[in-house]
Every structure is written in C-alpha cells, then in structure tokens.
C-alpha cells in the first residue's frame, strides 16, 4: 500500500512507501485524505507521526503528472485536512522534504527532521510558484526574511538551519521513528501551538519589499517566477491567510502554462534522462577506482579537483619538476578557494590533496583505470602523450583527450586497442561546470562509452554525446553565435548594444564581454592553426583586434578597454578606429530583435548539427547550451526556444 498505519500505543504511525522518491501522486494524495479520517475517527488515537519508507520524505510533486489535467484530492486540500485533522499530526523527516513534500510537512501541526536532512521549495526552478500553501505558511513559520529567501531562490536548507529558522521543531538522532513518537507524546502533555495557517506574521514596510524585488529581479535575470513567488510573499504577510492561498493558487495556475514553465520543465526532463541514455542500456561500464590526469594547467587541475571531489584518487602527470611542482600548485589552490568559499573544511581540503600523486614518470600509471590528458591543445603534444599511454597502461584502461576542437580520431591513431579510448570535453572550470561533452571515435567500444557516462554520474555532471566535426556541439554553435554577432558589427550594429541585448535576454555577458573575459587570443590560435594547415579561415574582426595587442582583459583592451584593476568594459575609441574600415552601415537594431537574431543563429546551427547526427536529439543541444555556455535555463535552450516559436 502506498499508505498504511500502525498503532504504537496511543500514536498512530502514518507510513508513505511510494518508491522512489515517495512523490505526491494521486494515490498518495489519497491515502493521506482517507488516513486524516481513519485516525480522527479512532478514540484510541491521541497523536499521529508521518514517516515515509526509503531513502527519503515526500520528495515533491509526481513528475508524471506534469502537464497534465489535476486529479483530485488536490494537493491544498489534502493539507488542510492534515492541518485541521482532530489529532495533531507530526512530520518525521529523512532525506528531502521538497515542494509538495514540504507543504505536507507544514500541514502538520509539528515537524522533526534527522541530521542531514533537507527542506525546500524548489519551484521556482520549474517556472512556477508553490501551489499548497508554500508562500503562505512558510512565512508564518519562518518569517519574510528567511521565507523570501528559501521561496524565491528555491534552495533548500539543511536540518540544522531550518531548525534555526523555525521551520522543524527539533532534529531527532539516530531512530526517527522512535524519535519523533517520542516528540509526539512529550508534545502533548503540553498546550498544543496554533496550526501554521493561525499563526501571526509580521510584515516588513513597503521599502523592505522593494528592496527584495530589486534584488530578486537582479538575480533572476528575465525570469518570471521568483518575482511572481515575492508578490505571494507579501500577500502573506499583509493579507489574511485564505486571501493570501487564493492569491498563490491563482497564481500557480497561472505560471503552469507558461512558456517559462515549460521551457524549465523541457530542461528537467532532458537533465533527468542525460545521465543513463536509452541506447547504453545493457552496456557495462568499467570500474573507475583511480584516475591519472596528464597536465596541471588550468584544465588538468580542475579535472584532478572534480575526480577527487568525487573521491576517485587521482595520479598527477607533468612533464618535469618544475611542471609538477605548478599542478599541485594549481590543484590546492582550487580547494583553498573552496575553504574561502565555506564549501569545503581545511580538513576535507587536505584530504582531497591527500588523494593526489604526483610526478613525471609515466609508470606510474601502469594499474590506472581511467587516463584523462588535459594538456596543450595541439595535436602533435597530444599524440605524444598517447603514444606513451599505450605503452604503460593497462590494455583495458580507458583513456581519454579532453580536446575542444581537434579531431579524436587523429590523437588515437597507433594507439593499441582504440575501443578504450574516448573524448571527454570538460568546459572550465572543471572542478565547478557541469557540461561534459562525451566524443567516441568510430572505433570506441559501447562499454568505454557507458564508462563515460558512469563518471559523469559520478562526478555529479551532465553528459552529452557528441559526434565529431569542429567543436563538437558547444564550440561550433559558439563559433557561429560569435561570427552572427560580429556580422552585426560589421552592419553597424554598437558592440556595447549587442552585448546588453543578450544581458537582457536572461545571458549572464554578451559574446563580446564574454571573449574579453576569456581571452581573444584562445579562438585566434585555433583559426591560425587551421590557415597554416592550408584550410581558408577568412579574417575575423577578433584577429583584427589580437593583431593589434588586444587579447582582453589580460592585456588591458580587447573589444572594450579596461583601466588597470578594473573589470568593468569601457567602450573604446581604439577598437572603433580599429575597425571602422570594416563597418559598412549604421543599424538602429533593438535589443529585441539583436537577441532574437543571434539566438535564432544558434538554433539553426543547432538544426545541422542534428541533421548531421552530430546530436543524437535536440535536447541534448540545449543541455549543452544552459549547462556550457549560458543560455537563460528559463528560456528552455536554443532549440527548444526556436520550437515553440516566440
């Protein structure tokens, strides 16, 4: 049974086992009705406790329902029933209580929690606002200030901090159940606390909210629901509370058939299906108990940090001392950045140091499992460097390029037993980016691809195959995106225009910001590679500019000047000197349009790198568009963007 109950004594333990995550379904929903009834009906029944079976609480809505007409009994009136049941029920947390979980949770007239556990209203992050009283009874346990917080951001908080907020009642040790049939008896020698919907809130003045919606809508960037998730907020706080549950309701109803809220639902459900895709099915990846990175530069270190973050030990390989001395180098300064941050403890820092051998002997990689070289884009170093791979590794260890634009299949040539090679693009910084491009060759054997796979699930990423051609999926959309955004320069569109346009449009920088900050000279080498190989790569107005001295902001000017310490883009007289011989007309583009143009560019050539099965679906394309390079989440990706139209 999806519900059932047991009696311990006077206390009725209510059990949810609705496997996996124990999401709110209409069977659940309910069982939960028809449970409130059973046990008001019981005499014997003085007090109940909820718990639920496996690894977690309600985890939130069922996401099977998503998109579809509601079934009754709705959500909000299964918690009001918990909430105005005649025996006052406690919730007994483990694990997640998110969404709808929580909003149960709130029904009830206590809540207790295990250490490590976490509450939250992720919402938000589908587009919409919380449907079952999550903007009304959070801040009449928490108040606004922490209540704006956990609402618009959707983040949710470990058991120690929600107690400190108000939102549990206390964090159980050891046995939950016997913990909080425990609380449930303690409770009631005791003049019970008014059910959540009678409590008082206080509500801040009208500058406090303005305050917040200033902030909010800096953060969300063009995103709806955090905004529309404040206004309920304030309803709360100064509105009666049934006003202020049709107020959410209304709302709620109205964000689920959004172009927003389906844009995030289309990126859920591409995130939920990346990590095992239905043609690896049956295939067995290899165990990875240890790893080996070749290079500690920038990319090398953070791949070495994502692998011990991971608890994978890692074995570090430079080309001499010196080489070596800089890794370790690069490597403790990500997890020192980490302790600044208040993500890791100094302690778990030196044990992920711990966990990196280092040196330039190449025998130490003979009982390697997995080999990732990160080292100099070109082809000739990569080459060497599998060349002695084949020699000292083990026949079946995988290894792996993490080339961004050359082709894997020229870095393998000679090397012994290509099926266990493979291409993994990593985007920077790797230890803190999701994206993982998976690049087999023709010759990579399905196992070394599911391998793939199995390490982005475990390095907590998202995994995206690629087929091969020139920047594999994400680089050759940006090439396109950066060369539509310079034809517009060249019609006489302001740089400074374009680059605000795609701010506007939910982009954290514009093409232009984004290279200064990254480097000119990077994509500049890669075109000047290809014309010494013969290929015709025609003049870009970068190469104009890295031509000139200006490589970014490392060199004090690219696109914009910066003044010396300063990161903040000053449009330059330099750069428009500089290029006006190129600049043919005077455009009066809007932002708009300018974003509607070059977004319009990356979906069409997102269309041929399907039509070339360069992408096995076009989920995938915007997975790797959201997870690599910034598109607005809320905007659903490229494709998803050019599909619906608008």
């Not at 206080?202 to 917040?212: G, I, R, T």
Request: include cysteine; hydrophobic fraction near 50%; charge should be neutral.
């Amino acid at each position: 049974m999806v519900v059932s109950i047991e009696r311990e004594g006077d206390i009725a333990v209510v059990t949810v086992d609705n496997p996996p995550v124990n999401a709110l379904g209409q069977a659940l929903r309910q069982g939960l009705w028809d449970a409130v009834g059973a046990l008001d009906a019981d005499p014997a029944v003085r007090a109940v406790v909820l718990v639920c079976a496996g690894r977690t609480f309600i985890a939130g809505a069922d996401v099977t329902e998503f998109g579809k007409p509601p079934v009754p009994p709705h959500l909000p009136d299964v918690v009001d029933r918990i909430e105005g049941a005649a025996k006052p029920w406690v919730a007994a947390i483990h694990g997640s209580a998110l969404g709808g979980g929580f909003e149960v949770a709130m029904g009830c007239r206590f809540r207790v929690a295990v250490e490590g556990a976490s509450v939250g209203l992720p919402e938000v992050t589908l587009g919409i606002v919380p449907g079952a009283s999550g903007t009304v009874r959070t801040p009449r346990l928490a108040g606004s200030e922490a209540a704006v917080d956990l609402v618009t951001t959707g983040r949710p908080v470990k058991a120690a901090k929600a107690l400190a907020l108000g939102l549990v009642d206390a964090v159980v040790a050891g046995d939950l159940r016997g913990g909080a049939v425990g609380f449930a008896r303690a409770a009631l020698a005791k003049p019970l606390p008014p059910a959540v919907s009678a409590r008082p809130v206080a509500s801040p003045d009208a500058a406090w909210w303005e305050a917040q919606r200033a902030a909010v809508a800096k953060r969300a960037k063009g995103e709806v629901a955090p905004l529309r998730a404040l206004d309920c907020l304030r309803v709360a706080a100064e509105r009666p509370f049934a006003e202020a549950m049709a107020h959410e309701r209304a709302t709620f109803l109205d964000l689920r058939g959004s172009d927003q809220a389906a844009a995030l639902r289309h990126i859920f459900f591409a995130e939920r299906a990346a990590p095992r895709p239905a043609h690896l099915a049956g295939a067995t990846a290899h165990p990875i108990r240890s790893a080996a990175v070749i290079g500690g530069g920038t990319m090398g270190a953070g791949i070495a940090a994502a692998l011990r973050d991971a608890g994978i030990p890692v074995v570090l390989i430079e080309r001499d001392d010196e080489a070596v001395a800089r890794g370790l180098a690069n490597l403790r300064g990500i997890f020192e950045g980490g302790v600044k941050r208040g993500k890791l403890t100094e302690a778990q820092a030196a044990e992920r140091m711990a966990g990196v051998t280092a040196g330039s002997d190449y025998a130490a990689l003979a009982d390697t499992d997995l080999v990732i070289e990160a080292v100099f884009e070109e082809l000739s170093v990569k080459r060497a460097v599998f060349d002695r791979l084949g020699q000292v590794c083990r026949a079946d260890a995988v290894l792996a390029t993490n080339t961004s634009y050359l082709d894997p299949r020229l870095i393998a040539e000679g090397l012994p037993n290509a099926a266990r090679f493979i291409g993994l693009h990593f985007f920077s910084p790797a230890n803190v980016m999701k994206l993982l491009e998976i690049v087999p060759t023709p010759e990579t054997s399905i196992d070394t691809l599911a391998t793939g796979f199995a390490l982005a699930r475990s390095l907590g990423k998202i995994p995206v195959q690629a087929g091969i051609c020139e920047g594999f999926i994400g680089n050759r959309i940006l090439k396109r995106y950066r060369a539509e955004a310079e034809a517009l320069v060249r019609q006489g569109v302001a740089i400074a225009a374009i680059d605000a346009a795609m701010r506007a449009d939910g982009f954290a920088m514009g093409p232009f910001e984004a290279q200064d900050l990254g480097g000119l000279d990077i994509a500049f080498l890669q075109r000047e590679g290809a014309r010494a190989a013969g290929q015709h790569v025609p003049e870009t107005l970068g190469d104009v500019l890295v031509r000139a001295g200006r490589k970014g902001q490392k060199t004090g000017g690219g696109w914009y000047d910066y003044a010396p310490g300063d990161r903040k883009p000053v449009v330059s007289d330099r750069v428009a000197a500089l290029l006006a011989e190129r600049i043919t007309g005077r455009s009066e583009m809007d932002g708009g349009a300018i974003a509607a143009h070059l977004t319009a560019a990356m979906a069409e050539e997102g269309k041929a790198i399907l039509a070339e099965g360069i992408a096995l679906k076009a989920s995938d394309i915007d997975l790797v568009e959201v997870h690599g390079y910034g598109f607005p989440r809320w905007q659903g990706g490229p494709m998803f963007k050019a599909e619906l139209g608008r």
